[in-house]
């Protein structure tokens, strides 16, 4: 099955500089790959998918890439601010029906 | 987005005992999923849950320690039987509204057993 690789160490950044997160596939390349938001004590929230043949994608402050050459997504918060702090974790679908493989997820601690 | 209801929020439990877990969805839905994470990792799939027909397991969970109902498309649960201090852990239920469609989730039950 795949394999989903995220930095499990957590990223500590300056307010307004940009934090770039990176989520490694091991196995095939999957047809799309989403990111969600996941805060202490609540549940993940969807952010952004992007599929193979999708470059890049972008959402407000938010921008993923997609490197099937690499096996490799790169995830962006551009302007960071401290009410972005959080773990940002990366899934591929197991199934033709959308079941999901999350990966362990990055901390992100912006601080002002 | 749907919005997903979990119930409890939390609980202390004994062991040897069971609890069960509502998950409430304000709009029909035909994938429901039930994930376990503990504390610090990432989400590990238990079943997916689609309303007519039996749950679907993952490797490593069987149908005698984690029963799931799917009675509609709106509501599932999920027991914990005969809990062990190893089933300590964060259980939370999410949707999709189509294939290969994004997933919501619930904010999760918090599961203690002493």
């Known amino acids: 099955s795949q394999k989903i690789e995220q930095n499990s160490e957590a990223l500590n950044i300056q307010e307004g500089k940009t934090a770039t997160l990176t989520c490694n596939y091991t196995n095939y390349s999957p047809a799309y790959l989403q990111w969600y938001r996941q805060d202490p004590g609540r549940g993940p929230v969807f952010l952004l998918l992007i599929r193979e043949n999708e470059k890049e994608k972008r959402k407000e402050r938010l921008k993923v890439t997609f490197d099937t050459t690499l096996k490799q997504s790169l995830f962006h918060i551009t302007a960071s601010q ?22 362990a997820g990055t901390q992100v601690v912006v601080t002002p | ?10 609980d202390i439990c004994q062991r040897g005992t069971s609890l069960t877990i509502q998950c409430q969805v304000d709009s029909q839905v ?25 749950a679907t397991y ?23 039987s005969n809990m062990s201090p190893e089933d300590s852990s964060i259980y939370l239920c999410s949707v999709s509204e189509g294939v290969n469609q994004p997933q919501h989730f619930g904010d999760g039950t918090r599961l203690s057993i002493l």
């Open chain 1, 82 to 103: 401290p009410a972005d702090s959080a773990t940002y974790l990366c899934a591929s679908p197991e199934d033709s029906w959308g079941k999901l493989q999350f990966g």
């Open chain 2, 1 to 10: 987005s749907a919005v997903i209801s979990q119930k409890p929020s939390r």
């Open chain 2, 30 to 54: 035909t994938m429901m999923f039930w994930y376990r994470q503990q504390p610090g990792q990432s989400l590990t799939l238990i079943a997916t849950a689609n309303q007519g027909s039996e």
């Open chain 2, 58 to 80: 993952e490797s490593g969970f069987v149908i005698d320690k984690f029963p799931i109902s799917r009675p509609n498309l709106t509501f599932s649960t999920l027991t914990v």
